[in-house]
């Protein structure tokens, strides 16, 4: 590949050559995830945890072509109050993206994939893609497992969305050979809610425990991501039955209105925001946060002398 559309930020290059912890962000979640200005003031905190902690954010995006790792703020300004019109740019968008030289958010897929070309191991973000419900009917399954399944970062999220089938999203990352950590819980959480009945492959309490496990896989030669669910803190928790009322009716409103393909994760957090009033979006932001602050957590471990 022809590394110069690769742009690192002086501040992650810093980092990088000074084998500091470094944790990348995403930037779909900031376009297509929630409206502005809370996409912004979200964005803006989630790098400010890291930097307290003592990490450095490296926010990723595609801009002019340029696969950028660390953004400025006027960057991060123009994607979150650009919003939907900046592509939502997952694996399969990055080369038309970049030969355009256009602008594109990064979903999951594509934020692992440059976080690799950047050489950064650990990634935060809120929720990943999965297998959606209907999947026999759609075929709808996000690049995000695909993506799992063979780019070595590790994915630190909230578990999977009520709005997908968590039991054939859990099948396919076995399938694809991606190990799933509960973060201090047994079962993976659902995002909103912290609860489920599905249990994880393994639950770990101790960032370290995570960030050996990281550099075993490596070492082995075992290619792909690792997955690391991390329950909502409880204090702003939803509560699972008026969750699942407003996914059913986003769920039927999205069939109604025929809205398919990379449309329907956005609708269905837009809607369920809606139907919530708001509620949703609130745990959502503090969900993110409490991810980076983990994330920055098993960076620290991965990047330490001792491990
Ligand atoms: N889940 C969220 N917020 C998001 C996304 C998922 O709670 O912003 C975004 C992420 O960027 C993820 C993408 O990678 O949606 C998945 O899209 P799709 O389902 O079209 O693969
Ligand atoms: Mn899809």
């Known amino acids: 590949m022809n590394l110069d559309v690769l742009s690192i930020s002086n501040e992650v290059k810093e980092a990088l050559l000074h084998h500091k912890p ?9 376009s297509h995830g929630m409206p502005f200005p809370k996409n912004l003031e979200t964005a803006k905190k989630a790098e400010q945890i890291l930097r307290k902690e003592g990490v450095t954010p490296a926010t990723i995006a595609i801009l002019n072509g340029k696969l950028k790792v660390g953004l400025t703020l006027e960057e991060l300004t123009y994607l979150a109050k650009k919003g939907r019109k900046v592509i939502k740019t997952s694996r399969r968008d990055i080369p038309y993206i970049v030969s355009l030289g256009l602008d594109g958010a990064t979903t999951v897929s594509a934020t ?3 976080a690799s070309l950047a050489s950064i191991k650990v990634f935060a973000t809120g929720g990943i893609g999965g297998v ?13 497992l695909e993506e799992l399944g063979k780019t070595n970062v590790a994915v630190v999220c909230s578990g999977a969305k ?8 859990l099948e396919y990352l076995e399938t694809k050979g991606v190990l799933v950590i ?5 079962v993976l959480p659902l995002f909103y809610t912290s609860k489920s009945p599905y249990p994880v492959n393994i639950r770990m309490d101790h ?4 960030a050996k496990t990281m550099k075993t ?4 030669g075992l290619k792909g991501g690792i997955l690391i669910t991390n329950p909502i803190p409880k204090e702003y928790e939803m509560d699972p039955v008026e969750m699942n009322n407003a996914i059913q009716k986003a769920i039927e409103k999205m069939n109604e209105r025929k809205i398919i393909g990379k449309e329907t994760t956005p609708f269905l957090l837009e809607e369920i925001a ?21 994330a920055a957590q098993i960076a620290k471990e991965y990047y330490s002398e001792k491990l």
């Open 22 to 30: 470094i944790v990348a962000l995403e930037s779909t979640i900031i």
């Open 274 to 294: 809606n139907e919530t009033q708001g509620k949703s979006l609130d745990a959502n932001i503090h969900l993110v946060h409490h991810n980076c602050y983990v």
């Open 182 to 186: 509960g973060y201090k819980t047994d």
């Open 132 to 144: 959606h419900r209907g999947v026999s009917e759609t075929m709808d399954i996000s690049c995000d």
């Open 162 to 169: 009520a709005i997908l089938d968590i039991p054939k999203t």
């Open 207 to 210: 960032p370290k425990e995570i």
């Open 112 to 114: 692992m994939l440059i």
């Open 217 to 220: 896989k490596w070492d082995l």
